[in-house]
């Protein structure tokens, strides 16, 4: 979140509000993805399954 | 190896096991070798640049891109005497005013990306969000290289 408290953007793998591109860490990013997202797209951590389960 | 591969391999036979507790992700990150079917693939910590200028926080802009630029980059990496990464000069940064502190001046605390990282990924990335170069470090921050997007790009194979 940012100094207001609002996210600027939304992650575009998973809708969840991030301030920046985890990637580029550009605010005015086309393709803004959250830092879970980025993380298994490219292999650096393993999908976390949901916490509600089944 | 996990504990469980360690014991089965004891079960078939192997003399010499061990446990690498910190994990397969944090091996690979070190750029220690790998085994099997994607070991073939490029990745990131081998087509990162070695030898990317570096800097400190303390020391002044304009003498720090006079040096950068005479050996042929646009950009510098900032670290600490453990050589971890603490910020990012790129082209943008590096034309601020001459007199500013280069902790004044950079992109503090850049994301960073692991040596293990199939270099497709990465080209992928780069080129969809404009990126024309990231660092590469382990997984305790350490500066392993800097990966150009032109770098990245070149070394994708046509069907990939």
């Avoid at chain 2, 030898?51 to 900032?78: F, H, I, N, Y």
């Avoid at chain 2, 605390?109 to 382990?138: C, D, K, N, Q, Y």
Wanted: include cysteine.
């Amino acid at each position: 979140m940012n100094d207001h408290g609002t996210a600027l953007m939304k992650c575009s793998t998973c809708d969840t509000p991030i301030d920046e591109c985890a990637f580029c860490e550009e605010p005015d990013c086309r393709t803004p993805i959250c830092y879970e997202c980025l993380n298994v797209a490219l292999g650096q951590a393993l999908p976390q399954p949901h916490v509600h389960g089944g | 190896m996990s504990p469980r591969a360690a014991w089965r391999l004891e079960s078939l036979g192997f003399g010499e096991v061990y446990d690498y507790v910190a994990g397969k992700l944090d091996w690979m990150a070190a750029g220690l070798p790998t085994e099997g079917t994607n070991a073939m693939r490029p990745r990131a910590g081998e087509v990162a640049r070695k030898d990317v200028p570096t800097c400190g926080l303390k020391e002044m802009l304009g003498s720090v891109r006079e040096r950068v630029r005479r050996q042929g980059w646009d950009a510098v990496v900032v670290v600490n005497e453990e050589r971890v990464v603490l910020g990012l000069l790129r082209s943008k940064e590096l034309e601020s005013d001459s007199d500013l502190l280069v902790e004044q001046a950079m992109r503090p605390g850049p994301s960073t990306f692991r040596t293990f990282v199939h270099i497709e990924e990465m080209a992928h990335f780069m080129v969809e969000h404009e990126l024309e170069s990231t660092p590469i470090t382990t997984s305790d921050g350490r500066l392993v290289g800097l990966l150009l997007q032109m770098d990245a790009v070149s070394r994708v194979r046509p069907d990939e």
